[in-house]
Nanobody, 119 residues
Framework: QVQLVESGGGLVQAGGSLRLSCAAS????????MGWYTQAPGKARERVAD?????????YTEDGAKGRFTISRDNAKNTVYLQMNNLNPEDTAVYYC???????????WGQGTQVTVSS
């Protein structure tokens, strides 16, 4: 079992930055992909970015990351980050951290953290 706890959300003005954190616990990580999804009000959950725990390979969706987001990890802390710059009101959403065991296909989700960008 894996537990994911997000933090770092909040209210920020347009043009500002936030860094989200997702701390993972519960098991050793080997063949795992971690990443972030967003869910705006009335919309489906959308993928933003992934990172492979082994090797650190990253993937960004063109729409999700918009060239302003950077995903990274700290192996020692079992934590994944999402640095978000030049935020705009369209980025307002609940941001969810997830982890997938690529061996078993099991998915794990955090509780979500709210990001609100004011104009």
């Amino acid at each position: 079992q894996v537990q994911l706890v997000e933090s770092g959300g909040g209210l920020v003005q347009a043009g500002g930055s936030l860094r989200l954190s997702c701390a993972a616990s519960g098991r050793a990580f080997t063949n795992v992909v971690m990443g972030w999804y967003t869910q705006a009000p009335g919309k489906a959950r959308e993928r933003v970015a992934d990172i492979r725990w082994s090797g650190g390979y990253t993937y960004y969706t063109e729409d999700g990351a918009k060239g302003r987001f950077t995903i990274s990890r700290d192996n020692a802390k079992n934590t994944v980050y999402l640095q978000m710059n030049n935020l705009n009101p369209e980025d307002t959403a609940v941001y969810y951290c997830y982890a997938q065991d690529t061996t078993t296909g099991d998915d794990y989700w955090g509780q979500g953290t709210q990001v609100t960008v004011s104009s």
